[in-house]
């Protein structure tokens, strides 16, 4: 089973881009990268995801390596509201590790 | 859109009672999860539904535990008798199939077993 590995925690100022880097060396080719985060007592709620190419939306993008062993999202200006829990996870597994607590400093 | 609509929000009960929680998904929705989060063991996935019929309920911890999906718009996680330890966030999510699409979730229900 493709498993995930995240930072515990990462500080970012408001208004920086804030990296939070996932590694998923075991991935298979055809399983997707998912990032969800979770704000305090919310369910968890969808960012994006993606298989090879790099992938933008309105709230986030994602850079995968060639190799598809890691991956990065990126918020581009991070506010206060972006303070949460993001998960990354593989697509087939679906098993919301712990995630990395992002904390958006003032 | 509404969104995944769950059931109570907050359920506080004393232990060997009955809990019923409930969930409906999304409209158009084909497939159904049930997760518990606890500080301990983190977000956890029970059981998933897909067309209604239960597909790998391997992660439903006991007996006590059980889950049913008679229609499309409907879900019931059951717990009977509940105990201290059940007390959890327990979240349902949906999506248009079982792994190959995105899940939104609903917003929890906090269940306190005392």
């Known amino acids: 089973d493709a498993k995930t590995t995240q930072p515990p925690s990462m500080d970012c100022a408001e208004g920086r881009a804030a990296n939070l880097p996932c590694n998923h060396s075991?991935?298979?080719?055809?399983?997707?990268v998912y990032w969800y985060r979770q704000i305090h007592s919310q369910g968890p709620q969808y960012i994006i995801h993606?298989?090879?190419n790099n992938e933008t939306n309105e709230m986030a993008s994602l850079i995968i390596t060639e190799d598809r062993k890691s991956s990065t999202l990126i918020l581009p200006h991070a506010t206060l509201r972006d303070t949460a829990v993001y998960y990354c996870?593989?697509?087939?597994?679906?098993?919301f590790g712990k995630g990395t607590h992002l904390i958006i400093q003032p | 859109d509404a969104g995944v609509i769950q059931s109570p929000r907050h359920e506080v009960t004393e232990m060997g009672q009955e809990v019923t929680l409930r969930c409906k998904p999304i409209?158009?929705?084909?497939?159904l999860f049930w997760y518990r989060q606890t500080m301990m063991r983190g977000l956890e996935l029970l059981i998933y539904?897909?067309?209604?019929?239960?597909?790998?309920d391997s992660g439903m911890p006991e007996d006590r535990f059980s889950a049913k999906m008679p229609n499309a718009s409907f879900s019931t996680l059951k717990i009977q008798p509940s105990e201290p330890r059940d007390s959890a966030v327990y979240f349902c999510?949906?999506?248009?199939?079982?792994?190959?699409?995105?899940?939104?979730f609903g917003p929890g229900t906090r269940l306190t077993v005392l």
């Open positions: 999510a949906s999506s248009f199939a079982p792994w190959t699409d995105t899940q939104y």
């Open positions: 075991t991935i298979s080719g055809n399983e997707y």
């Open positions: 993606g298989l090879k």
């Open positions: 996870i593989v697509r087939l597994e679906f098993t």
């Open positions: 409209s158009g929705h084909n497939s």
């Open positions: 539904f897909n067309n209604n019929v239960p597909i790998d």
